[in-house]
């Protein structure tokens, strides 16, 4: 199912939507005589990208999922335990280690650990799944954070949840009634907080790698297509299609996934600072 649901959003989101829209557009042009429809296709191809491209419309369609949590402030009550979510991950020797992470992972773990180190004792829980490499996310995330002085005994490795849904549920067997603060980007934190409540949990909601700025004041930044608005349009579309999944599980209700025993990095042979 988890395969499945990638394979359907990947040929729905934006770029390869328009692209595909454009060549069936083609292919009327070369093999058929209806060129009006042909070409009706091929122009709605080549103007959608210009305008999911375009920074009025990506930024008024991201920015209010990245307005919907404001950025986390520490409270008196002690967090227990932070939870950063994983988002992608390279394994390249010919990489710093800090360069293996996606920036979106790179940014969540910078924001985790922050709020980790305003309340010492608390733990720092990363997931993420491998995605078809012999390192898991929290594997390579736990990697950074080490190297970046996070102590050994304060992290926690879920090693199999694919996506938010599973890390819910996973977080849920760890975390119990403590406080819990979750690190995710901001565009992707109302589905997560939603996610994590609807297995009983009620987490402080941390987010990062905020992306829409409606401050962009130079016009050759402002009205020019970029692949950074692009990038807006699809995270809105993402999460769209996300919300959409949540509803429909709902309604399917499928089989509650495998709960994961957390690790350590000394439980890792392959977790080092270097």
């Not at 042909?38 to 210009?50: E, T, V």
């Not at 109302?190 to 996610?195: D, G, L, Q």
């Not at 009983?200 to 297509?225: H, V």
Request: charged fraction near 20%; hydrophobic fraction near 45%; glycine fraction near 6%.
């Amino acid at each position: 199912m988890f395969e499945l649901k990638k394979i359907v959003s990947t040929f729905l989101m934006p770029l390869p939507a328009m692209l595909l829209l454009g060549l069936f557009g083609l292919m009327l042009l070369w093999f058929t005589r209806r060129k009006g429809l042909a070409s009706f296709f091929i122009a709605f191809a080549f103007i959608g990208i210009f305008l999911v491209s375009f920074q009025p419309i990506a930024t008024s369609l991201l920015r209010p999922l990245e307005k919907a949590y404001p950025p986390y402030v520490p409270s008196s009550r002690a967090v227990e335990y932070v939870m950063v979510l994983g988002s992608g991950h390279v394994i390249d020797n010919a990489m710093p280690i800090t360069s293996q992470l996606s920036r979106t992972s790179l940014m969540r773990l910078s924001e985790g650990i922050r709020i980790h180190r305003l309340f010492p004792g608390s733990k720092m829980i990363l997931s993420g799944y491998g995605g078809g490499t012999e390192t898991s996310q929290a594997r390579m995330m736990a990697k950074v954070a080490l190297a970046l002085g996070v102590n050994k005994n304060d992290i926690l490795l879920l090693e199999t949840a694919k996506d938010t849904w599973e890390e819910a549920f996973q977080a849920a067997s760890v975390v119990g009634d403590k406080k819990l603060v979750v690190v995710t980007s901001a565009s992707h934190m109302t589905r997560a907080i939603n996610e994590f409540k609807e297995v009983g949990l009620d987490p402080a909601a941390a987010p990062t790698n905020f992306l829409a700025s409606n401050k962009i004041e130079q016009p050759w930044e402002r009205y020019r297509p970029q692949a950074k608005y692009l990038e807006q349009t699809e995270r809105y579309w993402y999460e769209k299609m996300g919300r959409w999944w949540q509803q429909l599980r709902t309604i399917v209700k499928p089989k509650a996934p495998e709960i994961q025993e957390p690790v350590t990095p000394e439980q890792q042979s392959d977790v080092k600072t270097s």
